[in-house]
């Protein structure tokens, strides 16, 4: 029987770690947050009342092990003048199975068949009101997942406008992991916004299982500047309760300078530094290597060798 792997967050980076993680032999379930009220995502949510769809389409298609054009057309954002305009196709056919099926557990479980998934991929709530909320260090208070990331404010607090409900089955698939992995990406918007149900960090407090954090590669502009390493695991420590983070696994890749210079200057992000000694303190176990590549002029983590460190670690 396989072992299995719980991944929560959401955005690019979990979509991306999930291309190399399905090729290990793991059961994985994937655990998406749904309070994204940007882009398309955030248009369909006002005009259906629906959670979030857009980074629940993006795992999904990350998963699948159909043909690239269905990929791509999932992805395919439509270019028009019309009401259509930005929206991708995926999110349009998962707002649409929502409508006929009541459920968004069900609709990705059909689409989920339908593109040949074959691991598990669950929202952390139903809720269709869900509401991040942030809680800046000046005391102001912004409403919004996609207005605290243009914030670009340091937060005392994240929390959300109203409790949510979590899906039971994201509770089963916590009490029953063997492995439990917090993915990189956005700290405040991808990986808080599952830690802060209550019900999730009851079932974190309860588990055997380890906890991982997939540290990120470079800081966030107003959120995470000047972070080390230590840190990020820090910040997600805070909200965690009892149970910490065991294991960390960060990249030691020498960033080329001209690449450097560009994210420095163009999007105000520094690579973020492993130091050492204050990881050490925290009794969490560091897992170092030279995770990250460039593609299209873009910092990317190598999703097959990081996945081979995770498939390591689960079966050390």
Do not use: W
Not at 133 to 144: H, S
Not at 193 to 220: D, F, G, H, W
């Amino acid at each position: 029987m396989y072992k299995k792997i719980v991944v929560l967050g959401g955005g690019t980076g979990i979509s991306y770690l999930l291309k190399g993680l399905k090729k290990f032999p793991v059961d994985i379930t994937a655990v998406i947050t749904v309070s994204d009220n940007g882009r398309s995502t955030g248009k369909l949510r006002q005009e259906f009342h629906t959670p979030a769809v857009g980074d629940i389409r993006k795992v999904i298609t990350s998963l699948s092990e159909i043909d690239d054009p269905i990929k791509q057309m999932m992805s395919y954002r439509f270019k028009t003048s019309s009401d259509l305009d930005g929206h991708a196709v995926g999110n349009l056919i998962l707002t649409a199975m929502l409508d006929i099926t009541g459920s968004l557990k069900d609709s990705i479980a059909s689409l989920s068949k339908l593109l040949d998934v074959k691991h598990t991929v669950l929202p952390i709530s139903e809720d269709s009101q869900l509401t991040l909320m942030g809680l800046d260090t000046d005391g102001n208070i912004i409403e919004g997942e996609e207005q605290i990331t243009m914030a670009h404010r340091q937060f005392e607090k994240i929390y959300y406008k109203e409790e949510p409900k979590v899906l039971k089955e994201v509770i089963e698939a916590i009490e029953n992991a063997d492995l439990i992995i917090f993915s990189m990406g956005s700290l405040y918007t991808s990986i808080l916004p599952n830690i802060i149900c209550k019900e999730v960090r009851e079932a974190l407090n309860k588990t055997k299982s380890p906890l991982m954090y997939l540290c990120n590669a470079v800081t966030q502009p107003g959120e995470t500047d000047g972070f080390t390493v230590s840190d990020h695991i820090k910040l997600l420590n805070k909200y965690l309760d009892f149970k910490k983070i065991d294991a960390v696994i960060a990249s030691n890749t020498h960033i080329d300078k001209k690449i450097a210079e560009k994210y420095e200057t163009e999007e105000q992000k520094d690579p973020v530094v492993i130091d050492y000694a204050e990881i050490k303190k925290l009794g969490v176990e560091l897992i170092e290597d030279d995770l990250i590549t460039i593609e299209d002029n873009t910092l990317r983590h190598n999703s097959l060798k990081l996945s081979s460190l995770i498939f390591a670690y689960l079966m050390k």
